[in-house]
T-cell receptor, first 110, second 115 residues
Framework: GNSVTQMEGPVTLSEEAFLTINCTYT??????LFWYVQYPGEGLQLLLK?????DKGSNKGFEATYRKETTSFHLEKGSVQVSDSAVYFC?????????FGSGTRLSIRP | EAEVAQSPRYKITEKSQAVAFWCDPI?????LYWYRQILGQGPELLVQFQDESVVDDSQLPKDRFSAERLKGVDSTLKIQPAELGDSAMYLCASSGTDSNTGELFFGEGSRLTVL
């Protein structure tokens, strides 16, 4: 069946560091891929998405590229801020069903 | 800004009691989802509605869980009787488009603790 595997946390970085959170997926067909973010005390919200191979999703300085050959959708940011501290979820959508990874908690030190 | 409303935010109950959660999706959103999120894990789909019809409840423990969306607007998720393992965050989300390319809008969740 379809599944999403993402990097275990927690991840702790200093402000302005480079961030990568790995995500790989298993799916039949051609899923859409998403990153959702959950800030403390808030609901999940969409961060970025990509709907086909080689698409790059971007938002708030974050980027992720849909790599079909490696079945990956890694999240990157060049310079993180304290305000990026949150839990990040990789997700895929196939046949109108959305499956989430287990989440990666990110903490940024000032 | 339109939001998905959920209540209650927190619920503490004893095992074998009945609990109910309510969700009001964003106006006009035809698709409504209930997810369960156990601490440290990602959300797992319990049930998905398209208007008032269930389109996926394959992961809903139907011996104790039920969900309805009678008029295709707001929805209720019920657990009876609650068990210790039901302690989790229950998330409601809605979508106005095909979920393959669309965006899910989540509420803040209802945290259930079963004692």
């Amino acid at each position: 069946g379809n599944s999403v595997t993402q990097m275990e946390g927690p991840v702790t970085l200093s402000e302005e560091a480079f961030l990568t959170i790995n995500c790989t997926y298993t799916a039949t067909g051609y899923p859409s891929l998403f990153w959702y973010v959950q800030y403390p005390g808030e609901g999940l919200q969409l961060l970025l998405k990509a709907t086909k191979a080689d698409d790059k999703g971007s938002n708030k300085g974050f980027e992720a590229t849909y790599r079909k050959e490696t079945t990956s959708f890694h999240l990157e940011k060049g310079s993180v801020q304290v305000s990026d501290s949150a839990v990040y979820f990789c997700a895929l959508s196939s046949a109108s069903k959305i499956i989430f990874g287990s989440g990666t908690r990110l903490s940024i030190r000032p | 800004e339109a939001e998905v409303a959920q209540s209650p935010r927190y619920k503490i109950t004893e095992k074998s009691q009945a609990v109910a959660f309510w969700c009001d999706p964003i106006s006009g959103h035809a698709t409504l989802y209930w997810y369960r999120q156990i601490l440290g894990q990602g959300p797992e789909l319990l049930v998905q509605f398209q208007d008032e019809s269930v389109v996926d409840d394959s992961q809903l423990p139907k011996d104790r869980f039920s969900a309805e969306r009678l008029k295709g607007v707001d929805s209720t998720l019920k657990i009876q009787p609650a068990e210790l393992g039901d302690s989790a965050m229950y998330l409601c989300a809605s979508s106005g488009t095909d979920s393959n390319t669309g965006e899910l809008f989540f509420g803040e969740g209802s945290r259930l603790t079963v004692l």
